[in-house]
């Protein structure tokens, strides 16, 4: 309870104890005689009572009244500020002696819905404190944090009231459960989650959307026996290490197959849920939906592409007008000068509305799929890399005879010939080395293609596939880029369901790799 | 200010040569810098700014090559080509498609209708679009 109360006297102006309640935002006020002791209550619910025929309503008629006649209103005004916390306090108010146990406040509370707050007085009725709802509440949201202090002799409570407690904190809970599962069921990220022996317990609707499994299907199951256990018994390892042992959240990409067989690389978080001990209840993992984010985005790249169009051919004109310019012989070499700058700037903005009209590509669903020998087209874009960089040495190897691909054909060239171009374009300065690869592993095509360059400082590793992000070290090397090339190549694997990644370390150079399910190439036709 | 007063009529020709080459593109900047470029290698050059120009060109004139552009006022290109590879001198005039657009579709399908080369402008330069010309007319 508060001890320290602020209270009127049965004189007490009504408007001033108003003032007082509406000041302090204070539900009731005690009003107490000369000598402290407790003769009344005073509540807003009392002040809008019409019975007391006062405050509210009063003031009401008073204004409105104020609007048709000038002489009414200082009549009207008298009266009210005649008026006296006396006529309108309840003067049989409910009281809690100073000795009641907490389970007689709460049993006051809960059997008087409107009473709040209660004055607690002493064997004199001489006022000593007041309590009103909000300290109870205040009590038990703070119980376990102040449970030293007020064990020992504190207050106990009643079976009944405990009781009613929990239905009460049980009742608020559903309400927040109901929440819960409304805000994820619907939620556009698929969202499973498990216990702590990974059995499956709820998987949203977008989970099954993804996955192809209905939740009755798969509850009391384990992932790895659904459309997991695709990835290599290390990286088991290590998300068990980390979200079981480190009970720090695992993100990665993840291969998985849906339930037609469909298989499919997936950007994965897993998070463990903990109680408040510290100990491990749920498991939660979240795949980013791509069907919503197709969606989203498709507006975006129609935009794109209709200003990269328009864009297309003025530039097309301005650098053939150039080039044609740069030939005239009536111009000093430092206007020619000028004109090469121009022709370059103007090229890398040409390749720059390519590669967005590129991107706007990207995620299509019609775009056209066909069968070809990634083999084959691996060794032509070699030789034309080669070309292009004369002084760069190149070693192409491919471990196998088949490796036939059935997908879109340019989206997946602009994965390889953007790689290869790169590893020629970022090798060492005066040894430039690259050596490209094709394996097949596990049924799966692994393209790697490694150079002896500088290798990518440790804090731009994880922007580099971001949109417009370039190196410090890229910028030095490469005039022109647009930034976009390792951002588009991230938004084609991730739109066909392949796993791009890269290992660079200083001394070694850099290698990026891609892995590509044999069987995965029509997983967007589900989308 | 570039003062463009050079008349870019249609069928315009300019010096009597041995190989006539019909360039048919909308873009007049675009047009003008191919036709002069290959005027200086001595070529006939015919120019027209419309695919209905442009087809009653090629049936006209019967040049040795065409430079055609895709996305065209009043006949479209790929309409053009189907037209003219319909005809009997038409069906093997070599044609190089020089255009803005590089999708893989509209590529695929040009291919299907026989033409020399595909060159998307962007990535070509005056100067190797006009060897590209001569290479094939010479060759």
Same mark, same amino acid.
């Given at each position: 309870?508060?001890?320290?109360?602020?209270?009127?006297?049965?004189?007490?102006?009504?408007?001033?104890?108003?003032?007082?309640?509406?000041?302090?935002?204070?539900?009731?006020?005690?009003?107490?005689?000369?000598?402290?002791?407790?003769?009344?209550?005073?509540?807003?619910?009392?002040?809008?009572?019409?019975?007391?025929?006062?405050?509210?309503?009063?003031?009401?008629?008073?204004?409105?009244?104020?609007?048709?006649?000038?002489?009414?209103?200082?009549?009207?005004?008298?009266?009210?500020?005649?008026?006296?916390?006396?006529?309108?306090?309840?003067?049989?108010?409910?009281?809690?002696?100073?000795?009641?146990?907490?389970?007689?406040?709460v049993?006051?509370?809960t059997?008087?819905?409107?009473?709040?707050?209660?004055?607690?007085?002493?064997?004199?009725?001489?006022?000593?404190?007041?309590?009103?709802?909000?300290?109870?509440?205040?009590?038990?949201?703070?119980?376990?944090?102040?449970?030293?202090?007020?064990?020992?002799?504190?207050?106990?409570?009643?079976e009944a009231a405990v009781g009613a407690m929990v239905e009460k904190s049980v009742s608020l809970l559903e309400?927040?459960?109901?929440?819960?599962?409304?805000?994820?069921?619907?939620?556009?990220?698929?969202?499973?989650?498990?216990?702590?022996?990974?059995?499956?317990?709820?998987?949203?609707?977008?989970?099954?959307?993804?996955?192809?499994?209905?939740?009755?299907?798969?509850?009391?199951?384990?992932?790895?026996?659904?459309?997991?256990?695709?990835?290599?018994?290390?990286?088991?390892?290590?998300?068990?290490?980390?979200?079981?042992?480190?009970?720090?959240?695992?993100?990665?990409?993840?291969?998985?197959?849906?339930?037609?067989?469909?298989?499919?690389?997936?950007?994965?978080?897993?998070?463990?849920?903990?109680?408040?001990?510290?100990?491990?209840?749920?498991?939660?993992?979240?795949?980013?939906?791509?069907?919503?984010?197709?969606?989203?985005?498709?507006?975006?790249?129609?935009?794109?592409?209709?200003?990269?169009?328009?864009?297309?051919?003025?530039?097309?004109?301005?650098?053939?007008?150039?080039?044609?310019?740069?030939?005239?012989?009536?111009?000093?070499?430092?206007?020619?000068?000028?004109?090469?700058?121009?022709?370059?700037?103007?090229?890398?903005?040409?390749?720059?509305?390519?590669?967005?009209?590129?991107?706007?590509?990207?995620?299509?669903?019609?775009?056209?799929?066909?069968?070809?020998?990634?083999?084959?087209?691996?060794?032509?874009?070699?030789?034309?890399?080669?070309?292009?960089?004369?002084?760069?040495?190149?070693?192409?190897?491919?471990?196998?005879?088949?490796?036939?691909?059935?997908?879109?054909?340019?989206?997946?060239?602009?994965?390889?010939?953007?790689?290869?171009?790169?590893?020629?374009?970022?090798?060492?300065?005066?040894?430039?080395?690259?050596?490209?690869?094709?394996?097949?592993?596990?049924?799966?095509?692994?393209?790697?293609?490694?150079?002896?360059?500088?290798?990518?400082?440790?804090?731009?590793?994880?922007?580099?596939?971001?949109?417009?992000?370039?190196?410090?070290?890229?910028?030095?090397?490469?005039?022109?880029?647009?930034?976009?090339?390792?951002?588009?190549?991230?938004?084609?694997?991730?739109?066909?369901?392949?796993?791009?990644?890269?290992?660079?370390?200083?001394?070694?150079?850099?290698?990026?790799?891609?892995?590509?399910?044999?069987?995965?190439?029509?997983?967007?036709?589900?989308? | 200010?570039?003062?463009?007063?050079?008349?870019?009529?249609?069928?315009?020709?300019?010096?009597?040569?041995?190989?006539?080459?019909?360039?048919?593109?909308?873009?007049?900047?675009?047009?003008?810098?191919?036709?002069?470029?290959?005027?200086?290698?001595?070529?006939?050059?015919?120019?027209?700014?419309?695919?209905?120009?442009?087809?009653?060109?090629?049936?006209?004139?019967?040049?040795?090559?065409?430079?055609?552009?895709?996305?065209?006022?009043?006949?479209? !290109?790929?309409?053009?080509?189907?037209? $003219?590879?319909?005809? @009997? *001198?038409?069906?093997?005039?070599? &044609?190089?498609? +020089?255009?803005?657009?590089?999708?893989?579709?509209?590529?695929?399908?040009?291919? !299907?209708?026989?033409?020399?080369?595909? $060159?998307?402008?962007? @990535? *070509?330069?005056?100067?190797?679009? &006009?060897?590209? +010309?001569?290479?094939?007319?010479?060759?």
């Amino acid at each position: 309870m508060t001890k320290e109360v602020v209270s009127v006297s049965p004189e007490t102006s009504l408007f001033d104890a108003a003032k007082l309640l509406y000041k302090n935002r204070f539900n009731g006020l005690p009003v107490v005689d000369g000598i402290g002791a407790l003769v009344g209550i005073l509540t807003e619910y009392d002040l809008v009572n019409i019975d007391s025929a006062i405050h509210i309503p009063t003031l009401q008629r008073i204004l409105r009244r104020l609007a048709l006649e000038k002489d009414g209103i200082e009549k009207e005004f008298e009266t009210i500020a005649a008026l006296k916390v006396a006529g309108v306090m309840n003067d049989d108010p409910l009281t809690l002696k100073e000795t009641a146990t907490l389970e007689e406040a709460v049993t006051a509370f809960t059997q008087h819905h409107r009473v709040n707050p209660i004055p607690v007085v002493d064997a004199q009725k001489r006022l000593v404190g007041i309590v009103s709802r909000s300290d109870l509440v205040k009590f038990f949201i703070d119980f376990p944090a102040k449970k030293p202090r007020i064990t020992p002799p504190g207050p106990r409570l009643s079976e009944a009231a405990v009781g009613a407690m929990v239905e009460k904190s049980v009742s608020l809970l559903e309400d927040k459960i109901l929440l819960f599962q409304s805000t994820i069921s619907t939620a556009d990220q698929a969202i499973l989650i498990t216990d702590i022996d990974a059995k499956i317990i709820y998987a949203n609707k977008a989970w099954e959307r993804l996955s192809g499994y209905s939740m009755d299907e798969i509850l009391g199951k384990h992932p790895n026996d659904l459309w997991g256990g695709h990835m290599p018994k290390e990286f088991y390892d290590k998300l068990w290490q980390t979200i079981k042992t480190e009970k720090k959240p695992f993100v990665s990409q993840v291969k998985n197959v849906k339930k037609d067989g469909t298989e499919y690389w997936q950007d994965d978080y897993i998070t463990p849920i903990l109680d408040e001990k510290g100990d491990i209840r749920f498991f939660m993992s979240i795949e980013p939906d791509i069907t919503d984010k197709k969606q989203k985005d498709q507006f975006r790249e129609e935009f794109i592409s209709i200003i990269g169009h328009q864009l297309r051919n003025p530039l097309k004109s301005i650098s053939w007008m150039v080039e044609w310019l740069g030939k005239s012989s009536a111009i000093s070499d430092e206007d020619r000068r000028k004109i090469e700058e121009i022709y370059k700037e103007n090229k890398s903005l040409a390749s720059f509305v390519e590669d967005l009209l590129v991107l706007s590509r990207v995620g299509k669903n019609t775009l056209s799929k066909e069968k070809f020998d990634l083999k084959v087209e691996i060794e032509a874009i070699v030789g034309e890399v080669k070309q292009a960089n004369p002084r760069v040495e190149f070693v192409f190897e491919a471990e196998g005879a088949d490796f036939s691909l059935t997908t879109n054909k340019p989206m997946a060239m602009q994965i390889f010939v953007n790689l290869i171009y790169n590893a020629a374009e970022y090798s060492d300065k005066g040894a430039g080395k690259v050596e490209i690869s094709l394996q097949l592993k596990n049924g799966e095509y692994i393209f790697s293609s490694h150079n002896n360059g500088p290798d990518i400082a440790e804090e731009d590793r994880p922007k580099i596939f971001s949109k417009f992000f370039r190196s410090d070290v890229a910028k030095e090397m490469k005039k022109g880029g647009t930034g976009l090339g390792l951002f588009i190549i991230k938004s084609i694997c991730d739109n066909f369901g392949w796993q791009i990644w890269f290992e660079s370390s200083a001394g070694h150079g850099t290698t990026f790799y891609v892995k590509m399910p044999v069987s995965s190439q029509m997983i967007n036709d589900k989308f | 200010m570039i003062n463009f007063n050079i008349n870019m009529g249609e069928g315009q020709v300019r010096r009597p040569a041995q190989r006539t080459i019909l360039i048919i593109e909308d873009e007049g900047s675009s047009r003008w810098a191919l036709a002069e470029n290959l005027r200086k290698e001595n070529f006939d050059v015919l120019e027209a700014k419309d695919g209905e120009a442009g087809l009653a060109l090629a049936m006209g004139r019967r040049p040795d090559l065409i430079l055609l552009d895709l996305v065209l006022p009043k006949i479209g !290109g790929m309409e053009l080509l189907k037209t $003219l590879r319909a005809d @009997d *001198w038409g069906k093997n005039v070599p &044609v190089i498609i +020089v255009t803005g657009l590089s999708d893989p579709a509209i590529i695929s399908e040009a291919a !299907g209708l026989g033409v020399s080369d595909f $060159l998307v402008k962007n @990535d *070509w330069t005056l100067e190797a679009i &006009v060897g590209k +010309v001569k290479q094939k007319v010479l060759e």
